[in-house]
């Protein structure tokens, strides 16, 4: 029965989170300022859930977010499940229990997942990106900030629904 | 006999003449100088004017007191009314600007001969990887179908992309995937305007044909997408490219600024003959 919470939880923040990158935290208002709730969700996920729960809502936040950009499935689909099994897969080795340690894999999934973007629409032809390395580590900050935030709000939730 | 004796009453009696004297002789010269009374008069100036002083300035700090808290309640009620007034004034100026922009759909609606539905942006892509993409209020419910064009009156934003019972995703000219077939309106130079992120390309143009900055571009509506003769877009800058000329366009709409557009409900049919 908790299992069947815990997911219903991270659907539920799921869709939460991407009506608000499609709305108030998009780049259409905050500019490269705008947090990525996505991946900073994938990230959570990532460390703190089985890989079953964490394969499922990664694939699904990839899906929702190549949908909504412009419905081209793949760029978003392909960077975000390499996220997670970079992400998961470190959690043999770190401990991701401080701040520091969660606003660096923060730090490092943003970057990763530019230059993952970056080399899939330098593969798929007519697609054509445009950010710089500028904008990309404004992004890394602004989901340190947030996502440090964030992860606290959810860790608290998480651990209420698992009692 | 202690008070009636003779001293006593003569005394009294002398007194009596004395004083009526003096009051007689005040009567009768008014002007006569009296040192003793001036001298007193000076004395006591001082403290006087002292003790009016310092009752004057108590008065005076009490009446402004009570005048500064009357004006203090009355400037917290001025301002509350200010401000209540700048509110009303934003709504009204936001309706005056949202009645200009409806009347203006209004006119694209009379002015087209397919049936169109008005549709408000509610939302915008995810990313900043490919943000050249819209969400709109409407979907299959009110007739719109993937493919079909989305304008205001100025000229054609995009074309719905993905259609929801609800909502449709809607992909702006400026996406890089987005092609428009398009003549220059001044020569009929025909050419492909592709989106180019920030503005769009007009490629495929033969480079005997006259494009110059300022011109105005239009849809031929041969793509089956978007329907013949509306503007798409104003030459900023024309390049030569091998054989051929591109052409660097502006969209006259500002894309980035979108709230109502128009939904052409035009089905997709490709026009071979025209």
Redesign the interface.
């Known amino acids: 029965m908790s299992n069947f919470y815990k997911l219903t939880f991270l659907l539920f923040v799921t869709f939460l989170f991407?009506t608000l990158?499609?709305?108030v935290t998009?780049?259409?208002?905050l500019?490269?300022y705008?947090p990525?709730l996505?991946l900073i969700l994938i990230t959570y996920v990532s460390i703190n859930f089985n890989f079953g729960f964490g394969l499922f809502i990664t694939l699904l936040n990839g899906y929702?977010?190549d949908?909504?950009?412009?419905?081209?499935l793949g760029?978003?689909l392909v960077s975000r499940l390499v996220i997670f099994f970079v992400v998961s897969g470190s959690t043999r080795k770190f401990y991701f229990k401080s701040n520091y340690s969660k606003g660096s894999a923060l730090f490092c999934v943003t970057i990763i997942s530019w230059l993952l973007?970056w080399i899939i629409?330098n593969l798929k032809p007519?697609?054509?990106?445009?950010?710089s390395v500028l904008?990309i580590l404004k992004?890394s900050f602004v989901n340190i900030a947030v996502g440090l935030f964030l992860f606290r709000m959810l860790d608290y939730i998480n651990e209420r629904i698992s009692q | 006999m202690g008070l009636l004796n003779k001293r006593t009453i003569l005394l009294a009696v002398v007194l009596f003449f004395v004083s009526i004297q003096l009051f007689s002789n005040k009567l009768e010269r008014n002007k006569m100088r009296d040192p003793l009374s001036e001298v007193v008069l000076t004395i006591t100036y001082y403290p006087q004017m002292f003790v009016n002083y310092v009752t004057g300035e108590a008065v005076g700090v009490w009446n402004r007191y009570a005048a500064l808290y009357k004006v203090n309640n009355e400037n917290e009620m001025l301002r509350m009314e200010i401000n209540k007034l700048k509110e009303e004034k934003h709504y009204l100026l936001e309706a005056k600007l949202q009645n200009s922009r409806l009347k203006q759909l209004l006119e694209l609606k009379s002015n087209t001969s397919y049936p169109v539905v008005a549709a408000n942006v509610i939302g915008g892509s995810p990313s900043s990887m490919r943000n050249e993409v819209v969400i709109i209020d409407k979907g299959k419910n009110e007739g719109v179908e993937v493919g079909m064009p989305v304008a205001i009156n100025n000229g054609i934003v995009g074309r719905v992309l993905l259609a929801g019972d609800k909502s449709s995703e809607v992909m702006l000219i400026t996406d890089p995937i987005s092609s428009i077939d398009a003549y220059v309106l001044r020569n009929r130079a025909r050419g492909i305007v592709k989106g180019g992120g920030e503005g769009c390309v007009m490629e495929y143009i033969e480079s005997l044909s006259d494009v110059e900055v300022g011109d105005q571009i239009i849809s031929s509506g041969k793509d089956g997408f978007y329907p013949k003769g509306v503007t798409v877009g104003k030459v900023t800058e024309v390049i030569s490219d091998g054989g051929l000329v591109k052409a660097l366009l502006e969209p006259l709409v500002n894309l980035n600024s979108l709230e109502e557009v128009v939904v052409i409900l035009k089905s997709n049919s490709i026009v071979l003959n025209e």
């Open positions: 991407i990158q499609t709305t998009s780049p259409k208002y500019g490269s705008y990525d996505n929702l977010m949908l909504f950009s412009g419905y081209l760029s978003f973007i629409s007519n697609e054509i990106i445009y950010f904008d992004q």
